[in-house]
C-alpha cells in the first residue's frame, strides 16, 4: 500500500515514505510558559517536529492574531531547547525574510495554510527558498486545483509536503467539527508523488472527533499527523486563545500517538 517518495529532509531529520512523521504543539504561541510546558510534555513522547504559529489567519480581525517576531523567537527557542526541527506558517511574502531570520539556522519547514492555499505569489516566493514546505489544502480547493498550486512552490526548488486538513462542506455547519476530512484525496497526493500528512484538529472540532479522524487518517496511508496541543486546566479546558477548542490535553496526545503507531503497523 505504501508508495515509495522521494525524502525530504529537515535538519536531521527525514520525512519519508519509510516512518510516518510526527508533528504537534500549539497552534498558536502565546508565551514562552505556554509554549514551553507543551514542549516538555510532548516532545519525548516522540514526535519528530513541533509546531507553532506566530503570524495567524483570523476569521475575525480583532482576535489574537499572533504575536509575530516574538513568536517565532519563542518557538525557535524551542527547537533549540529541545533540538527539534519546527512548523510554523508564513501569511505575506515579507515574512518570509523575518522568519528565516528569526530561523538563525534553526531546521524548520513553512507552512502554508487553507486561506493561502490559492496566493500563487507567495507560493513562488516561499519556493525559491528552498525550504520545505508543508501545503495545507485549500478549503474549496479540488485536488487537481493543489496540485497545480504545489507547483508554483516546487518550481522553485522548494520540496512540497501535502497536508489534507478538511474542505467545506454541507456538513461542516452541522456542529461535528469545522470541515469535513476528504481522507481518499491523501493516497491521491501520494499518487501525484507527494509525502502527504494529515491534520486533523481543524476537522475534527474537538478532541474525540480529533483522535478519530486521525486515526482514520493514518489508516488510510498518510505518512504522518500535524496535531494541535494545549495547556488544559483541571477541569480538562483549555484556554488558549486560538483553536482552544479542538486542542488535546498532553495525556490525549500520548494516547493519540500510541494508538497511531498501532494503527500505522496494521496498514504498513
Ligand atoms: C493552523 O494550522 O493553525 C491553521 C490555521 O490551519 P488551516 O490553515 O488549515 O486552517
Ligand atoms: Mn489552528
Known sequence: MNKELRPIQV??????????????????????????????????????????????????????????????????????????????????????????KKSAGHPFIFQIGMRNARNGDLLEEVGKTGIPVLLKRGDSSTVKAMLSMAKYITNGGSPVIMC??????????????????????????QDAGFITIFDPSHAGGEPDNVMRLALAGIAVGANGLIVEVGVVDENGKCHAQCDAKQALSFDQFGDLLQKAKEVEQVVR
Open 164 to 189: 489534507e486538513r478538511g474542505v467545506a462542506t454541507f456538513s461542516s455547519e452541522s456542529g461535528t467539527g469545522r470541515a469535513t476530512a476528504d481522507l481518499l484525496s491523501i493516497p491521491q497526493f
Open 11 to 100: 535538519g536531521d531529520i527525514s520525512i519519508s515514505t519509510d516512518a510516518n512523521v510526527h508533528i504537534a504543539g500549539p497552534c498558536t504561541v502565546e508565551s514562552f510558559e505556554q509554549t514551553f510546558s507543551i514542549a516538555s510534555n510532548i516532545i519525548p513522547t516522540g514526535i519528530n517536529l513541533f509546531r507553532g504559529g506566530a503570524v495567524k489567519p483570523r476569521s475575525d480581525p480583532d482576535s489574537f492574531r499572533g504575536l509575530g517576531g516574538e513568536g517565532l523567537e519563542i518557538l525557535f527557542n524551542m527547537g533549540r531547547i529541545f533540538n527539534i526541527p519546527v512548523v510554523t506558517e508564513v501569511l505575506t511574502i515579507e515574512q518570509i525574510d523575518l522568519i528565516k
